[in-house]
């Protein structure tokens, strides 16, 4: 017996009303994108290994998906690598390409190599999919698609400004109201851990205190130490997991913690600067947070970061990220280049959307109405009217087969098709249409004119 066929863990199959969804979130924020001035690129599926290795720290490398190198690729590795099991001396002789981790390092060797036709800044926009070798759960899969927004070769804070106002615009357009916009800014983290004196560990910490929501308070801590960072290090972390009350207000406070560190105090008027142009343009659904303890694990971000969480009450995590990177194009060849960008997880809002019931219900109509065929003539009379149909844009198909009445008809509302029109041989002769209401059940004698008018 052939064995039952699967699909990777972590991966999925779409059916019809699944992708009809999944459209309407990419083309609402596509929209949106568009209307912000960005423009489209593409990137390939998969990289060069050194392209992407090591731009993600130490947890983002181990979740890139290597791909082995064609042919017979272990005659490459020398007896003695092959025998010391090292995946570090293997891997680069099995494997010279990976499939990518994100679009922000694609985009950023996009940027260098394409230097010379881009006209700076560059505003550009990108939905495709990325692969994370990681553990799947909810709202978390090995193979998704991301939406994200980059500017580069502008250093203006008004830039971090518009991305939120980005986000408010998606959100807004989509119904999705409670969202909340939480930011942070790496010259903050760097001058907490200044304070501290884990200058020399500040990517252990950063991402052992992006840990906090999911893992608490006590064991990121635990999880600090276990890094080598000081316990009087960690006591002087403890105003920051209590600072509450209201942007300015964290911030006065922030301003009292940090007030030996000129990279804290520089990333506290960064925010603060953002937060005064905010309150003066005003978003329309989602909210602006400082959240401090937000770190966003990843290298290349130095100064403000976003994360974006869903409405209070459902289980998801971010839902969208993003964030100021000064010197990722550096990497490539290309310093002094700034950017900043943000990023839309497409299948957490889909999952969010569909547990708030917020798609339109008219999203998942595919056919409108569907001709009974009755024969060969009847069926190429249909077909001259639904080439006039489709042609004003109504979605209108033929049974493909003379089959019995009611299975035609079981088939139209097994697929939610509203409407069915019957040309039997009197109709044919008169030059009429029957059109039939699935739901009420009602039908009518029309012309084609009539028929065109009731069907939109």
Known sequence: MAQKPSIPKGTRDFNSEQVAKRSYVTETIKEQFQLFGFQPIE??????????????????????????????????????????RSESKITPRISEKALRYDLTVPFARYVVQHQNDIEFPFKRYQIQPVWRADRPQKGRFREFYQCDADVVGSKSLFQEVEFIQLYDAVFTA???????????????????????????????????????DKIGEDKVKAEMLGKGISEDGIRKLQPLFSLHGDFSNQIKSLKSILASSSDGLKGIEELAFIDNAIKELQLSTAQLKLDVTLARGLNYYTGAIFEVSAPEGVDMGSIGGGGRYDDLTSIFGKPDTSGVGISFGLDRIYLVLEELNLFPKTITEATKVMFINFGEKEGLACF?????LR?????????????????QMAHANKRNIPYVVIVGEQELENGLFVLKNMESGSQDKCDFETLVEALK
């Open 43 to 84: 990137t390939p599926s998969f990289e060069n290994s050194d392209t992407l290795m090591g731009k993600y720290g130490d947890e983002g490398d181990r979740l890139i998906f290597k791909i082995l190198n064609s042919g017979e690729y272990l005659r490459k590795v020398a007896d003695e690598d092959y025998n010391s």
């Open 384 to 388: 001259k009217a639904i080439k006039q």
């Open 391 to 407: 042609s004003q844009g109504i979605k209108a198909e033929l049974y493909p087969d003379p089959a019995k009445m009611k299975k």
């Open 174 to 212: 989509l119904n999705l109201k409670g969202v909340t916009i939480k930011i942070n800014n790496r010259k903050i983290l760097y001058g907490i851990a200044e304070v501290i004196g884990a200058q020399d560990k500040l990517i252990d910490f950063t991402v052992s205190l992006d840990k906090l």
